[in-house]
């Protein structure tokens, strides 16, 4: 029985008894309280993580679409710019390539009198025979035809560096021809516009034929322009197609000559100086007034122009002449204001009274300087007495220097290169076997400089080399006719030259950078400016280090990339100057008479607003692929013709491996099986930008031998010179061996004992003794 007082107190919970937290009431509002308060407001929503993320999403998605859509409109307004009334005309160069077409009838059909066409012969462009201006009023668009020279290269690759379309000139049966072909190598290595590809006698062969014909022509096509469309050009009606084709299809964007304001040469003349000093006598410059529509992005008067093959000049003034092809040629008095406001630079605008009007005079303040090269400061390397901090941490440094065991006989300069293993046992381990010393000579990008050429005489010199005796002269073969060239008018000498050429490339090709130890002179002479790198890969080399004299005059970027993005960028947004479209003339100031000659000659006449710092001269380096229709070989140094960008200037270039190490071996011929960086001192020039490499024959004749892309500009790119001096074993022990035939005196052996040996398969080892009498 329990008694009511024990029923009154209940259970009592022990001391294991689970105790709760209790509630902490009044922190927060309950959401019924929180409804009262706002009274129907609705507050704003927290995002949680996970719907942040999708905000950002939904963000970017739509920022990429609007990057997307400015691009297609920036693209849908310069295509229907090009050939309007607010545009340049559409420049078409018409190209043939094969002897047996005819070019000239083609440019008849495309005159398209007949449908309408309007055309202005005065509009022609100037150092071209064979071009006129047209205008057809049905598709509202202005074009400027020419026919340029295939037999001159240079002029060919300067049409096409600004034309706006290419037209193909195709033979009904073989397509092209290997001139053609080789035409097509170099327009594709330079960048090639928007192109159409039109063949002639289609209409001519049977009907069955036809079919047949323009199957097997687009056979050929294919190899070259896959899925192009191949345009019949027989008629009246053909031709105006054709135009419609051009005018209306996609254009191809060329970085090297969208980022920079060109034009071509419509209408020359030139002004010879006086010179007020010696009474009027002639200084042999002159002003070069240059007359064309501007193309590109807008031109300023104050920045370097660049006239392709002779050089960078400034300019005095910009003038605004009456537009020799206006789209509305008949009506030219009921024009409309431009779209860009001050000034109609399409239909007359400009008063009559006065034709030309001056746009823009050059500011002496801001103009850019014509300065290539820096200045020379001859007391700048002057050595110094050293600083208290200097002498402290060179006293530093020699206490803290290790010992390590050298053999026997080692100076204190040649210990400097030896690097301590711990696995070096001693004398008796190292080996001395048939090895190959890596020995290696920098070459700091010095392709013109006295320096570079004492260092190769260094390396290569003295008679004993089978470097030594090779001259470099232009390659003897000739593609037009290899027959002939062994006949009674065959030059023995040139034959023999490119004989012991091709087996000098034939030896360094089986045995790479092997050099044959002197005989008549100590090899402790002859390789002195070479060292020896216990690995090409891991072992230091300052670029600073015995840098050539010419360096004193390049331009050095502190970040290259850094400056050409900004550049560019700057580039971009200018929209000041002579505006894309307007037909100006520009005067150009201090140019030689030789320009004008070569105007005369037939020659087109290409010019470029340089970005600022391409006039300056530096380090440029191109990655270049050998072209397979050279075989001649072509040695480091020899003088080639290049073609980078819209410039066109002659070097002797280096070559050196592509690869991501910061320091790069030496080629002494230009490979045909990997791609191979060329260096030289040349105006900067900002990527992209195509390379084309050409050597000269002594007739005159230039072969293509290689292509590629302008790589960078850096002055501290490491280039070193590698040789392999090779022995023969005579006798093989266990632990060492005896060899011969890699040094000839004692003395010679006792200065490259430091330098680790390496055989065939591998092994390494140090020479031990010398053995003999001498």
Known sequence: MVSGAEQQQGHRAGVYKQKNKGHKHGKHRTKGEIERENKGRVSVTALTKKQRKEARKMDKRHKANQLRRNKKDLVLTEKRRLGSRDGPPHLVAVVALHAGVDAEAVTRLLRCEEAGGLVREENS????????????????????????????????????????SLVFVLDSTEGWDSYGDYCLSCLFAQGLPAHALVCQGVSDLAVKKRVDSRRALAKISEIRFPGARLFPLDSDQDATLMLRHLGAQRQRRLGFRSRRPHLLAQQVSYTPNSSEGSGGAPTGLGTLCVSGYVRGCPLQVDRLVHISGFGDFLLSQIDAPIDPLPLNSMTPHTAKPGKEGNVDMQDGGVDEVASVRVLMKADPARRESLQAEAEVDPMDGEQTWPTDTELLEAEEARKSKRVMKVPKGTSDYQATWIVDEEDENGEEDE??????????????ESIDGEDL???????????????????EL???????????????????????????????????????????????????????????????????????????????????????????????????????GAMVGWYVTLHVVDVPPTVMESVQAGRPLVLVSLLPHEQKMSVMHMLVRRHPSNTDPIKSKEELVFHCGFRRFRACPIFSQHTSADKHKLERFLRADAPTVVSVYAPITFPTAGV????????????????????????????????????????????SAVCRYMFFNRDDILWFKPVELRTKWGRRGHIKEALGTE
């Open 692 to 735: 084309l490499l050409f050597k000269q024959r002594e007739d005159g004749v230039q072969d293509l031998v290689g292509t590629g892309s302008l790589l960078s500009c850096d002055p501290q790119r490491v280039v070193l010179k590698r040789i392999v001096l090779s022995g023969h074993p005579f006798k093989i022990n266990r632990r």
């Open 474 to 576: 232009n390659s003897t073969s000739d593609k037009g006719g290899a027959d002939q060239r062994y006949d009674e008018h065959m030059d023995e000498a040139e034959e023999g030259e490119g004989l012991k050429r091709y087996r000098e490339a034939r030896a360094n090709e089986m045995f790479p950078d092997e050099v044959d130890t002197p005989l008549d002179q100590s090899a402790k002479n002859r390789f002195q400016r070479y060292r020896g790198l216990k690995s090409f890969r891991s072992s230091p080399w300052d670029p600073m280090e015995n840098l050539p004299a010419d360096y004193s005059r390049i331009f050095q970027f502190q970040s290259f990339e850094r400056t050409r993005r900004r550049v560019l960028a700057e580039a971009a947004q200018e929209e000041e």
């Open 453 to 471: 050429d004492s260092q190769v005489d260094a390396a290569s010199g003295g008679g004993s080399d089978e470097e030594d005796e090779e001259e």
């Open 125 to 164: 462009v100037c150092g071209v025979s064979d071009s006129f201006g047209l205008v057809m009023p049905r598709f509202k668009q202005r074009f400027t035809f020419l026919r340029p020279d295939t037999a001159d290269m240079h002029s060919l690759l300067d049409v096409v560096k600004v034309a706006d």
């Open 431 to 444: 080996e001395s076997t048939d090895d190959e010393d890596d020995e290696d000579s920098i070459m700091e």
